[in-house]
């Protein structure tokens, strides 16, 4: 008995011994020379940190091998901002938060608080609601292609892309007259008509963006090295998008079809035909592609809209300037340009609202940074943060 | 050149030394060459912007001068009146003597090169040599700015620099032996002169081989890693300012003016074209505008690579190619 345990003993140690007298590659090649790991900061400054983000990197050669990054520069108290103002006075605030797609933030707050105090919007309003969000959704995804194209070292598409983001803020400038935070969602609808041949203009842009779109693909995401650079970097999987949160285009790019104007339809959406992307690998490649698929689906809504655009009220009657909404609490989230934005209130029935949580997808999109840009070479951990695509006005709030 | 007749005898009449003879040719013809060079890198700046600006949907400088066209001289104006400033705790010296080490070379290994059949400054038997060696100490140059800087955006981007530039001098130097090998000399003259049909015909490869990999040696995209912006900030000359700055710029252009006039001399027919004789530099300078818009229209089109690529496409790709190319050339010659 004890006999044969002893031979199984000795055959694992044997085992172990053979396996510590094996050669070792890393035991071999251990430097003679001292080395340490270079720690390099990383914004807020830094022209690819989009907005402000720094990030502490530990740098072994050129591979990144530890991502610290620190939040907050620009936290802006939006939350606490909220509980001193009135219902309409929050509205301007809202585009402060992910500036670059400005009427999706306005739109989740108005739907929150026509949810709390049980206004109907008018169907133009919701209509003219949706068209702005298509525009505001193609001119943030042109946006992102120009800024990637840059990181990624190819400077001219940034200016085709701006130019056709310069033709929506155009129309958007003669719709409301801003160009980045415009305001233009009310509580109750919107602030403004259609000028004449506001249509007529959007139409024609439409049709160039369809062709031009196919043009700027084969450009940039059809070239041999950005390919080369994007594909099968930083990468991950459907379930680990899922446990970090995330929404919008990165959660899409994983094969994952959550789109909220799908998965919990709002306005006018259920009347559209268009399709949810996805895309499978969940790579820098795959989500900066189906950004531009999102265009063109982006584009087909719009035809949509504009063709069934009916008659009527822009606003909803005998909505009142400082509106009370009964006690209570209401969530209502759209699709924005990066994910899922959510907003939640709680009402004390008084003139102002108690508490306004806001649910940013940038924040929720960031913390995956560190975990897939860990390994990577330096320049793609700038791209796999551009492919993220966070906004700091909406990580800090 | 120094060796013309009629100023040796105009030395000798005059009691002059032979020595202040050569002498003094040597600094007047490289102040010659400096103010071409300086000219040339005016209107390289110049050009580039125009060819950016026609790539990007935009007008480009418009407004000082014609078009524009003295917007280079206020930039020069500027960047000479700028405040020369230091980082704190650099490397006093390195950092001073970078910005002239990478002009330096660049500018030096201009002198060999031949404009026209009797136009240059000083025709060395080992030309294509000298052309290769000296314009690489500039990475000295480059690495010293790097390090001289104290910072890690410069130090990295200068590390960069030094891997790629001696990366790609091994697949350049071989793509040029084909050339060697055909025209029977390494003087850049005795190349220019055998070229009667273009050696971008019979070198094909070998002209590729030296097109990327000269790209690569100036810093251009898709090798512009040493000074990516999206990543490195300005990678080694981040610290740099005013007319150190220049220098910098001064030398990148000078780069990329010698590497496209050495494409011309070894692959594209040197002066020669159709047309009187006097006509050669104006060949000679079309076909280098030529390349240069090449360089400039890859530069506007094209996004970069990574660094690891760079490495792998220079080591893996480029040098197989240039021996495979000697190989054929050899084979060739041979049979």
Known sequence: MSKIEETKVSKANLAELEKELAFDETRESEPTLKTEELVLNFGPQHPSAHGVLRAIFNLDGEVVTKIVPYIGYLHRCFEKIAEKRTYSQFMPFTDRMDYVSSMHNGWAYAMTVEKLADIKVPERAEYLRVIFAEFQRIASHLLFLATTATEAGALSPFFYFFDERERILWLFERLCGARLTYNYVRIGGVSADLPDGWLEDALAFINRLEKTILEYDKLLLGGYIFKKRMKGVAPFSAERALDWGITGPPLRSTGIPYDIRRSDPYSVYPRMDFDVVIKDNGDNYDRVCIRSDEIKQSLKILKQAIEQLPDGPIIADGVAKDIRPPAGEAFAHVESSRGDLGYYIVSDGSIKPYRVKIQGPSFANLQAFPAIAEGAYLGDVVLTLGTLDPVFGEVDR | ?335
């Open chain 2, 1 to 335: 050149m120094l060796s013309s007749s009629s100023l040796l005898q105009f030395a000798s009449h005059n009691g002059m030394p032979i020595w202040v003879l050569n002498t003094s040719i040597a600094l007047i013809m490289s102040l010659v060459v400096f103010a071409l060079c300086g000219l040339g890198v005016l209107i390289l700046v110049y050009m580039e912007r125009k060819v950016a600006a026609d790539m990007q949907l935009r007008w480009g400088p418009m407004h000082v001068g014609w078009h524009g066209v003295l917007q280079l001289i206020a930039d020069s104006v500027k960047l000479l009146s700028k405040e020369d400033i230091f980082p704190r705790n650099a490397d006093r010296w390195i950092f001073r003597l970078a910005p002239v080490l990478v002009f330096l070379p660049a500018f030096i290994g201009l002198m060999v090169m031949p404009i026209g059949p009797h136009l240059v400054v000083q025709d060395l038997n080992v030309g294509l040599l000298y052309v290769l060696a000296v314009p690489a100490i500039g990475v000295a140059g480059v690495i010293m700015a790097g390090f001289g800087s104290y910072n890690k955006y410069a130090i990295l981007g200068s590390l960069r620099s030094a891997a790629q530039m001696v990366s790609y001098e091994v697949p350049r130097a071989l793509s040029i032996l084909g050339v060697v090998m055909i025209a029977g000399s390494a003087k850049l003259t005795a190349i220019v002169g055998t070229q009667h049909a273009w050696y971008i015909f019979l070198q094909p490869i070998g002209f590729v081989v030296f097109l990327v990999s000269t790209l690569a040696e100036t810093n251009r995209v898709p090798f512009d890693l040493p000074e990516t912006e999206s990543e490195l900030v300005n990678g080694y000359h981040t610290e740099y300012s005013g007319t150190r700055f220049l220098f910098f710029l001064f030398g990148e252009y000078i780069a990329l003016i010698a590497g496209s006039a050495l494409a011309v001399v070894l692959f594209l027919g040197g002066w020669h074209g159709p047309g009187p004789e006097f006509l050669a530099p104006v060949w000679f300078l079309i076909k280098m505008f030529a390349i240069i818009y090449l360089a400039m229209w890859i530069r506007w089109t094209l996004p970069r690579f990574r660094i690891d690529q760079v490495m792998d496409l220079g080591w893996k790709v480029l040098l197989p190619l240039a021996l495979l190319n000697v190989l054929i050339t050899g084979l060739i010659m041979v049979l």
